[in-house]
């Protein structure tokens, strides 16, 4: 069982799952964003297990068997969907998957029947659990959305216990990259200020049509030379390349989220280490594979 600090202002159903809702946000939001992310998650929210087994080990591809078991409570910040909670709950005894957004209603209905998931309508400044209770934490593209980043990351491993872990995924600023990789990303960022912008159904109609003309055409090249037997270490210097063996599905999903996102911050892979020792992390791990960049580090 999870235990909460607070008592929630209300609780709402979704599929099996009893939500606990905490209304008081703070200031550390941007709450067009959270509604851009819960209208996100209500057009996207049906994924297939292997879909997510797939995805989800190249997040967790860090996370040792160490840092997880059957005795450990985690906690999802930002969870969306629920789809990390899902991937995660067999891994430890309990997840509390957190959410400002109405996504968590799209949660409840993606993880229905799952009993070891706890689901709560919370912002990560007000989030409503002893300090040092968690032993795992993660956040997966979600702290960048946060106008303050590192108070944002500081508020979630004030909730991890000392010896425990906190998994992180923020955008890079493509500090591993070519010149002609970062000048396709400037004209993509202009795009997506316009497009951030629309009304709902016209933000969601025109992503669909940049997954087609925007990824689908790097997509597809990476596929045709993987067909033909160029190496995977060629391929990744192919823009968009980590999507080769993804869905239609997750990349229309994922164009709304890149190009429909108000608000978003990259960071290099120096000034992330930098924000988890802030932050009270050590022992710090960074993955060498897409995406970029994810790490894990213990707390202090």
């Known amino acids: 069982m999870i235990r909460e600090q607070q008592q929630p202002a209300s609780i709402?159903?979704?599929?099996?799952?009893?939500?606990?809702?905490?209304d008081e946000l703070g200031e550390n939001?941007?709450?067009t964003t959270v509604h851009s992310f819960g209208e996100e998650?209500?057009?996207f929210h049906q994924f297939e297990d292997e879909e997510i087994r797939k995805?989800?080990?190249t997040y967790f591809d860090i996370v040792s068997k160490d840092m997880v078991g059957a005795d450990k409570i985690a906690a999802d910040f930002g969870c969306g969907t629920g789809r990390w909670s899902k991937y995660f709950h067999t891994k430890v005894g309990s997840v509390a998957a957190i959410d400002p957004s109405e996504a968590v209603l799209a949660a409840g209905e993606?993880?229905?029947?799952?009993?070891?998931?706890?689901?709560?309508?919370?912002?990560?400044d007000n989030l409503p659990f002893s300090d040092n209770y968690f032993d795992f934490g993660?956040?997966?593209?979600v702290l960048?959305?946060?106008?303050?980043?590192?108070?944002?990351?500081?508020?979630?491993?004030?909730?991890?216990?000392?010896?425990?872990?906190?998994l992180v995924y923020l955008y890079y600023n493509l500090d591993n990259r070519g010149l002609l990789y970062k000048t396709l990303f400037s004209f993509s960022n202009l795009i997506r200020r316009v497009v951030s912008r629309m009304p709902d159904t016209l933000k969601r109609i025109t992503c669909n049509i940049m997954a087609v003309i925007f990824y689908m055409p790097f997509v597809l090249f990476s596929r045709v030379l993987k067909v033909l037997g160029v190496s995977k270490k060629m391929r990744s210097r192919v823009p968009l390349h980590s999507y080769e063996n993804t869905s239609f599905y997750i990349i229309?999903?994922?164009a709304l989220d890149r190009f429909g996102t108000p608000l978003e911050q990259r960071f290099s892979r120096h000034q992330i280490q930098q924000m988890m020792e802030i932050a009270g992390l050590n022992n710090i791990i960074f993955s060498e594979q897409a995406p970029y960049w994810h790490a894990v580090g213990q707390k202090k």
């Open 41 to 43: 998650w209500k057009a």
């Open 110 to 124: 993606l993880l229905s029947g799952i009993e070891n998931i706890h689901l709560y309508k919370a912002s990560i």
């Open 55 to 57: 995805i989800g080990d």
């Open 252 to 254: 229309r999903n994922d």
């Open 144 to 166: 960048h959305h946060i106008p303050d980043t590192q108070k944002a990351m500081n508020a979630c491993v004030q909730k991890i216990k000392p010896g425990g872990h906190f």
């Open 29 to 31: 939001i941007d709450l």
């Open 138 to 141: 993660f956040s997966l593209g």
């Open 12 to 22: 709402i159903k979704s599929g099996t799952h009893t939500i606990k809702c905490y």
